[in-house]
């Protein structure tokens, strides 16, 4: 499971992945019961982590943290959008907080 998060964060700011690293996260997303559980609140975690050093820096002011409960997120697809999206933005340079 610790794999996966390594593997999912490091995914985040790539658009294209080598099959090998799909099959590895192809595998954590089909997770279910207490294994997904523990993946997305750990997942949730460490994007809350990177949120806050952001914040801190100066790369997300509050306003953009507002917005970010009024998006629609029970749209099918939303709520995976907008985290690749603000994963993307709090961690530009892809590894900052978890390399």
Known sequence: MI???ALHK???GHGRQHAE???ALATGIASTGKKREFLVRHLGAMLGAEMHEAYLAGFLNKSFLRSL???KTHLPGA???IYFELARRVNPAQGKLFA
């Open 3 to 5: 794999e996966f998060l």
């Open 10 to 12: 490091k995914s985040e």
């Open 21 to 23: 690293l799909l099959r």
């Open 69 to 71: 409960f009024f998006h």
């Open 79 to 81: 709520a995976r959008k």
